[in-house]
């Protein structure tokens, strides 16, 4: 148990659906993060809140709206994904966005059909 | 060619053996992180360092600034310890936050 909280476990979800990713930290701390993770490739970063502002963009497709309503909870949108948009998709949160420790949720395996 | 190299990318071990994953990196770093990924996903921190060697239970992370390199040793190994374990180092740069750049990991199988 690391602290940080991420729901669904596994989402299958159509290429005209509309999803949302969660996750969750009550540690306390001020920057969360969404990391993709796909077969055999490092893992990715994609977001980047600090103190509920989003901090980096490393140029993600719009399908993927990152929502950041407090410091506790950060949301994935996802909305007309691509079968090469399967992967892992993990969460972290640490103390601040300068490289402290991080934390890592259990991730959410997303399947694309 | 990543800025995070591992070696090696797997490793098959018998229990009790004693285990070494090098992990390289070509740019100046504030921190190093050594991660444990276990089947289904989740991901958990193992160290955090910055200079010399940091040690709990049977595990180890040693790093050399100066080589740019870190070693995560596993003494006495146990099937639980299969996973895959992976190096992210935190750039020194200003900018997007000292993100984490990772490496590709090295997956580890300890057999009975």
């Known amino acids: 148990e690391t602290g940080v909280t991420q729901t669904p476990r596994h989402l299958v979800m159509g290429m005209t659906n509309k999803k949302s990713l969660k996750c969750e930290q009550h540690?306390?701390?001020?920057?969360m993060y969404w990391y993709k993770q796909s077969a055999k490739k490092p893992l990715e970063l994609m977001f980047v809140?600090?103190?509920?502002?989003?901090?980096e963009n490393n140029s993600v497709p719009s399908r993927f709206s990152p929502e950041c309503p407090n410091s506790s909870h950060l949301f994935l949108h996802l909305h007309t994904l691509q079968p090469e948009d399967s992967a892992l998709y993990l969460c972290?949160?640490?103390?601040?966005?300068?490289?402290?420790?991080?934390?890592f949720g259990q991730g959410t395996r997303l399947t694309v059909v | 060619k990543n800025e995070v190299e591992q070696s090696p990318q797997n490793l098959t071990a018998q229990e009790g053996e004693f285990i070494t994953i090098n992990c390289s990196y070509s740019?100046?770093?504030?921190?190093l992180h050594w991660l444990q990924q276990h089947p289904g996903g989740g991901i958990v921190s193992l160290f955090m360092l910055s200079s010399g060697k940091k040690k709990h239970g049977r595990l180890i992370a040693t790093i050399n600034i100066q080589e740019k390199h870190s070693s995560l040793h596993i003494t006495a190994s146990h099937p639980r310890d299969s996973a895959v374990y992976i190096c992210?180092?935190?750039?020194?740069?200003?900018?997007?936050?000292?993100?984490?750049?990772f490496g590709t990991g090295t997956r580890l199988a300890v057999r009975p």
């Open positions: 540690l306390g701390h001020n920057a």
């Open positions: 992210a180092v935190i750039g020194r740069g200003k900018s997007s936050g000292d993100k984490l750049t």
């Open positions: 809140y600090n103190f509920k502002e989003q901090t």
């Open positions: 972290a949160s640490s103390q601040d966005w300068a490289g402290g420790e991080a934390f």
């Open positions: 740019v100046g770093i504030s921190a």
